[in-house]
Structure formats: structure tokens, C-alpha cells
């Protein structure tokens, strides 16, 4: 029998509506099945089961927790959660969840057990579109198409002999209804009515049309056409309506396959970059070719009010990109920053396009700058976490004069960045000249670190060190022998001048004007 974890059903439903209440206390809950409660029949023994508490108040669901404990089933869903018994929950060992007030039950339960049902696997919805699509065509007598929201045809009959007109040839050729003002209408009556609608000819050279919405409560799914030459069978009203429910089950049963399967995804994605993942998982969705990581964020929205709209907004455009360029989007959301794992099989330059056209159209989208950051190629799965960890130190180094690079483009940079780490981390390494020249530069108003940083940036050169401070090049001169003398620092040995340069670059803050902005 199917069984779904808890958590994991939670995730494919994804609704605010569904809210867990109890967990039991080791938290390894699997659901098998969907049950409606009869109050007029007793429970059934039913291991795993998930029970709709249908006609009972959440207040007076404490003895039915209890029946359903003794029946080994695994939960019960109330619909409101005001005086749910949580604590009888807890005590019998069996999960509590709510729906919302105004949730329809055949709603619920046609959702949750379409959840439970989902596989991860991709094709096994569309062949039963296709098989159910010829079963109306053979039950009403005229062809049959099924199609989303948007009018794309999902699947269509092939029953040999039945008359198709040129939109149905069209529409069948590009998987896509041809558009129009008069088409535009005859959508808007089909899911405004409650049931089958038939719809005349919009040409001479067409046919008329039986159509029905498909739906799941109110929220439309798609919608189901035959073509209608005036023979079709006397109750083909009757069976489309059949068919439409049907449709919905399988519609809603293909969007949690796929909504598990990217939750898996992005749990296994979360678990690569950190390098968590196991081995196998790793090349089940990476394949055994090399890997890039790439990373893309807005700039400086993070203390915006809109920031974590924004950044959910951009993880869609990314994986819509990433999908339509190579039809994987093996993408995820971490702390803001969305990663993007991209095969690094073939023109290098590829992923910097790919980068580039991502930050403009997203930048357009989103009304903010977007940065993108591409980490080092992976040979495989072990790599991922290194060439993160590279991506995310080029985000750092993102400024509006570069809003995309790759790691090799500022390696220098980088290799400061991975400096600036080890040196903030040991004590013995932290120590140094600069440290008590900042001090009296901050206690005595003077710029002698910041003299120091620009005359070592300027090779030494006092002429165009005074020219990036802006003084005279004398002027220079006596803030030089100054830190000298005051501080002890010996300018003439180079081994103290590096030591005093990476120590005022990488921890004082004193990044080069050219850089674009500090790495402190």
C-alpha cells in the first residue's frame, strides 16, 4: 500500500489552509490512505489511515482521536482548529491537523489523497491524459482534447474515423489553442457554467463543440473539449461531466508528482551544497558530468519590507530560465541567495550568458539590480560545495559596474576574501602594526593607515598614491615617515610591507578604490 510521511505530504499539499496541530512524540507519521468519517458506521481497522473528521466539531473531537488511536490509524483532520484536542492527540499518539473553516471536505479528500498517490516519476499522468482523452472520445462519439488553464492541450484522442476540423489540427500541431477574441469568449462561458456547455462553430469551416470545465472545488484545473458534428452519443453530457472528475483526480495527482518530486529536489539540492548528500542521490540528479554552481541575489534588499517576496520572485525567474535553456531546474533558495546547479558539459560561456540574460530580465522584472556569481566547474557531486562557496565570495565582489562574474574573472579578489577568513580566525595571525595604527587614526583623527593603504596599492609610488588620496605628494611623504616613527613600521622591509598591506586590505577595511567596494 502507498504511504507518504507526514512532512512530506504536507509539503506537496502546500496550502496555508492545511495546518498540523500534534505530532506524536518520535514524529514518524506515514499516511496510506484518506478516509470520510461516518458517524452512522463504526471505524474500520485501517493502519496508516488519515481520518476527515466530516460533521464533527473540532471541540468535540476528543473521543473520536480516541476511536481512531484504537483503529491504528495515523491522524485525524478537524476542519477549523478553535478547541481542537490537541492534548488527546498527543496522549493517544496520533497526529492532529486542521483545514479552514469554509474547506470543502470532497476538496480536502480529493486533494490530500492525490498527495498521497503522486509518484515522482514524470510521464505516468500524461499517458492516463491520453488514455482518458480516448475513452470520452470512444464513450461520446467525437474527438476529445484535454487542456490546462492556458489553453494548451494536454492530451487528445487518435479514435480512428471521427471528423476534426482545421483548429483541432492546429491546436493539436503546436499543443496550443489558437488564439482569438471569439476563443477568448467560449473559455470564459465554458468556467463560467456549471456543467457541460455547447458552443457553436466560430467558422464556417468548423465544427461545434461540447465542452466542460475541469475543476477541484473552485479552482479551475483545465478544461475538456469534443468536437461535436451533430451524432454524438445521447449521453455524452452525462459523460463528460464523468470525465471531467476524473481529469481532476489525474490533474491533481500530476501537479503533487511533481510538486514531491521538487521538494525532494530541493531538499537533495540543500544537502549538495552543503555537502550532506549522499553519493548516489547526489548523481541521481546531477548525472555524472562536471557542474557549475551558480548564484543570484538582489542587491541590497535584504533590509527591504519586500525583500523575501523579491527573492522568491527571483528563484522562479531562475528556474523558469534554467528549464527553458536545459531543461533541468535543479534549483533552490538559501538565506536569501538562489543557487542554480548548471551542467558544465559543453561552451563555457554558456553559463555566463545564461547569467547575464537572467540578471537582465530579472532586474526587469523585479525593479531591483540583480547580481549573479558563478563558482569554479565540479568534476562531480564532491565539488558542489567548494564551488558554492566560491560563488558566494564573487556575490560579495558584485558591485554595479560588475553585475556578473565568474571566480576565475577575480581570483585575486577571492584568494584576498579566503585570506581575510583565516587571518580573522587566528589571534596569533591578527596581530600586526595596523592594528594600533587604526586605533590612533581613530582616536586622533588622522589617516595614516589609509595613507599607508594607498601608497602600497600605488607600488610604492608616492606621486600616484597622493593623487588617489587627493593631497600633496609632501603631504604624503610626512604621513608616511609619521607611521614610521610613531608605530614602528619598517616601509624598507618587504616582508612587513606585505604583511602591513594584506593586514590593512583584507581586515582594516582599506580596499582599492578600483575594486568597487570593501571586502571588509
Given at each position: 500500500m502507498d504511504a507518504r510521511a507526514l512532512g512530506d505530504l504536507i509539503d506537496v499539499v502546500r496550502s496555508p489552509a492545511l495546518r498540523l496541530l500534534a505530532v506524536p512524540r518520535d514524529g514518524a507519521v506515514r499516511i496510506t490512505e484518506v478516509l470520510l468519517y461516518d458517524a452512522h458506521a463504526p471505524l474500520p481497522a485501517a493502519p496508516g489511515a488519515l481520518l476527515l473528521a466530516v460533521g464533527v466539531r473540532p471541540g468535540d473531537a476528543g473521543p473520536l482521536v480516541r476511536e481512531a488511536a484504537a483503529a491504528a490509524m495515523a491522524g485525524?483532520?478537524?476542519?477549523?482548529?478553535?478547541?481542537?484536542?490537541?492534548?488527546?492527540?498527543?496522549?493517544?499518539?496520533v497526529a492532529l491537523l486542521s483545514v479552514e473553516e469554509g474547506?470543502?471536505?470532497?476538496?480536502?479528500?480529493?486533494?490530500?489523497?492525490?498527495?498521497?498517490?503522486?509518484?515522482?516519476?514524470?510521464?505516468?499522468?500524461?499517458?492516463?491524459?491520453?488514455?482518458?482523452?480516448g475513452a470520452i472520445a470512444t464513450a461520446t462519439g467525437g474527438a476529445t482534447s484535454l487542456e490546462d488553464p492556458h489553453q494548451r492541450i494536454l492530451a487528445y484522442s487518435t479514435v480512428p474515423g471521427q471528423p476534426v476540423d482545421e483548429d483541432r489540427r492546429q491546436g493539436i500541431l503546436g499543443l496550443q489553442v489558437p488564439e482569438g477574441l471569439a476563443n477568448a469568449a467560449q473559455y470564459r462561458a465554458v468556467f463560467a457554467a456549471p456543467g457541460p456547455v455547447r458552443l457553436p462553430a466560430l467558422t464556417d469551416g468548423d465544427l461545434p463543440r461540447l465542452a466542460v470545465a475541469v475543476r477541484a472545488g473552485d479552482e479551475p484545473l483545465g478544461s475538456v473539449w469534443v468536437v461535436d458534428d451533430g451524432t454524438l452519443a445521447a449521453d455524452a453530457e452525462k459523460t463528460l461531466i464523468q470525465g471531467a472528475s476524473t481529469a481532476a483526480l489525474l490533474l491533481l495527482r500530476a501537479r503533487a508528482a511533481e510538486e514531491l518530486a521538487r521538494h525532494r529536489d530541493t531538499e537533495l539540492l540543500r544537502r549538495l551544497l552543503d555537502g550532506t548528500a549522499e553519493p548516489e542521490d547526489a548523481t541521481r540528479l546531477l548525472g555524472a558530468g562536471p557542474v557549475r554552481v551558480a548564484a543570484f541575489a538582489p542587491a541590497d534588499t535584504g533590509s527591504a519590507p519586500d525583500g523575501e517576496w523579491t527573492s522568491l520572485r527571483l528563484l522562479d525567474l531562475v528556474r523558469l530560465q534554467c528549464a527553458a535553456r536545459s531543461g533541468r531546474h535543479a534549483c533552490?533558495?538559501?538565506?536569501?541567495?538562489?543557487?542554480?546547479?548548471?551542467?558544465?558539459?559543453?561552451?563555457?560561456?554558456?553559463h555566463r550568458r545564461l547569467a547575464e540574460d537572467i540578471v537582465h530580465r530579472a532586474g526587469q522584472a523585479l525593479r531591483v539590480p540583480v547580481r549573479a556569481a558563478l563558482g569554479p566547474v565540479a568534476?562531480?557531486?564532491?565539488?558542489?560545495?567548494?564551488?558554492?562557496?566560491?560563488?558566494?565570495?564573487?556575490?560579495?565582489?558584485?558591485?554595479?559596474?560588475?553585475?556578473?562574474?565568474?571566480?576565475?574573472e577575480v581570483r585575486a579578489r577571492v584568494t584576498l576574501l579566503r585570506l581575510?577568513?583565516?587571518?580573522?580566525?587566528?589571534?596569533?595571525?591578527?596581530?600586526?602594526?595596523?592594528?594600533?595604527?587604526?586605533?590612533?587614526?581613530?582616536?586622533?583623527?588622522?589617516?595614516?593607515?589609509?595613507?599607508?593603504?594607498?601608497?602600497?596599492?600605488?607600488?610604492?609610488d608616492v606621486g600616484r598614491a597622493s593623487k588617489e588620496l587627493s593631497v600633496h605628494p609632501n603631504t604624503c611623504r610626512y604621513r608616511l615617515k609619521q607611521a614610521c616613527r610613531q608605530f614602528g613600521a619598517d616601509l624598507q622591509d618587504p616582508d612587513r610591507r606585505l604583511v602591513l598591506w594584506l593586514h590593512l586590505r583584507t581586515l582594516g577595511g582599506f580596499d582599492h578604490p578600483r575594486a568597487g567596494r570593501p571586502s571588509a
Amino acid at each position: 500500500m502507498d504511504a507518504r510521511a507526514l512532512g512530506d505530504l504536507i509539503d506537496v499539499v502546500r496550502s496555508p489552509a492545511l495546518r498540523l496541530l500534534a505530532v506524536p512524540r518520535d514524529g514518524a507519521v506515514r499516511i496510506t490512505e484518506v478516509l470520510l468519517y461516518d458517524a452512522h458506521a463504526p471505524l474500520p481497522a485501517a493502519p496508516g489511515a488519515l481520518l476527515l473528521a466530516v460533521g464533527v466539531r473540532p471541540g468535540d473531537a476528543g473521543p473520536l482521536v480516541r476511536e481512531a488511536a484504537a483503529a491504528a490509524m495515523a491522524g485525524v483532520l478537524v476542519r477549523g482548529a478553535e478547541n481542537a484536542p490537541v492534548a488527546e492527540a498527543q496522549a493517544y499518539g496520533v497526529a492532529l491537523l486542521s483545514v479552514e473553516e469554509g474547506a470543502a471536505w470532497h476538496h480536502v479528500h480529493l486533494t490530500l489523497a492525490s498527495a498521497i498517490e503522486a509518484r515522482p516519476a514524470r510521464g505516468d499522468g500524461l499517458a492516463d491524459l491520453f488514455a482518458l482523452a480516448g475513452a470520452i472520445a470512444t464513450a461520446t462519439g467525437g474527438a476529445t482534447s484535454l487542456e490546462d488553464p492556458h489553453q494548451r492541450i494536454l492530451a487528445y484522442s487518435t479514435v480512428p474515423g471521427q471528423p476534426v476540423d482545421e483548429d483541432r489540427r492546429q491546436g493539436i500541431l503546436g499543443l496550443q489553442v489558437p488564439e482569438g477574441l471569439a476563443n477568448a469568449a467560449q473559455y470564459r462561458a465554458v468556467f463560467a457554467a456549471p456543467g457541460p456547455v455547447r458552443l457553436p462553430a466560430l467558422t464556417d469551416g468548423d465544427l461545434p463543440r461540447l465542452a466542460v470545465a475541469v475543476r477541484a472545488g473552485d479552482e479551475p484545473l483545465g478544461s475538456v473539449w469534443v468536437v461535436d458534428d451533430g451524432t454524438l452519443a445521447a449521453d455524452a453530457e452525462k459523460t463528460l461531466i464523468q470525465g471531467a472528475s476524473t481529469a481532476a483526480l489525474l490533474l491533481l495527482r500530476a501537479r503533487a508528482a511533481e510538486e514531491l518530486a521538487r521538494h525532494r529536489d530541493t531538499e537533495l539540492l540543500r544537502r549538495l551544497l552543503d555537502g550532506t548528500a549522499e553519493p548516489e542521490d547526489a548523481t541521481r540528479l546531477l548525472g555524472a558530468g562536471p557542474v557549475r554552481v551558480a548564484a543570484f541575489a538582489p542587491a541590497d534588499t535584504g533590509s527591504a519590507p519586500d525583500g523575501e517576496w523579491t527573492s522568491l520572485r527571483l528563484l522562479d525567474l531562475v528556474r523558469l530560465q534554467c528549464a527553458a535553456r536545459s531543461g533541468r531546474h535543479a534549483c533552490v533558495r538559501v538565506d536569501g541567495v538562489v543557487y542554480a546547479l548548471l551542467a558544465a558539459s559543453g561552451d563555457a560561456e554558456q553559463h555566463r550568458r545564461l547569467a547575464e540574460d537572467i540578471v537582465h530580465r530579472a532586474g526587469q522584472a523585479l525593479r531591483v539590480p540583480v547580481r549573479a556569481a558563478l563558482g569554479p566547474v565540479a568534476p562531480g557531486p564532491g565539488g558542489v560545495p567548494g564551488s558554492r562557496t566560491d560563488a558566494d565570495l564573487v556575490l560579495r565582489l558584485l558591485h554595479d559596474g560588475l553585475p556578473v562574474a565568474t571566480v576565475d574573472e577575480v581570483r585575486a579578489r577571492v584568494t584576498l576574501l579566503r585570506l581575510a577568513a583565516v587571518l580573522r580566525e587566528d589571534p596569533g595571525l591578527r596581530a600586526g602594526d595596523w592594528q594600533r595604527i587604526v586605533a590612533a587614526d581613530a582616536e586622533q583623527g588622522t589617516e595614516y593607515a589609509r595613507t599607508l593603504a594607498a601608497w602600497l596599492d600605488a607600488g610604492c609610488d608616492v606621486g600616484r598614491a597622493s593623487k588617489e588620496l587627493s593631497v600633496h605628494p609632501n603631504t604624503c611623504r610626512y604621513r608616511l615617515k609619521q607611521a614610521c616613527r610613531q608605530f614602528g613600521a619598517d616601509l624598507q622591509d618587504p616582508d612587513r610591507r606585505l604583511v602591513l598591506w594584506l593586514h590593512l586590505r583584507t581586515l582594516g577595511g582599506f580596499d582599492h578604490p578600483r575594486a568597487g567596494r570593501p571586502s571588509a
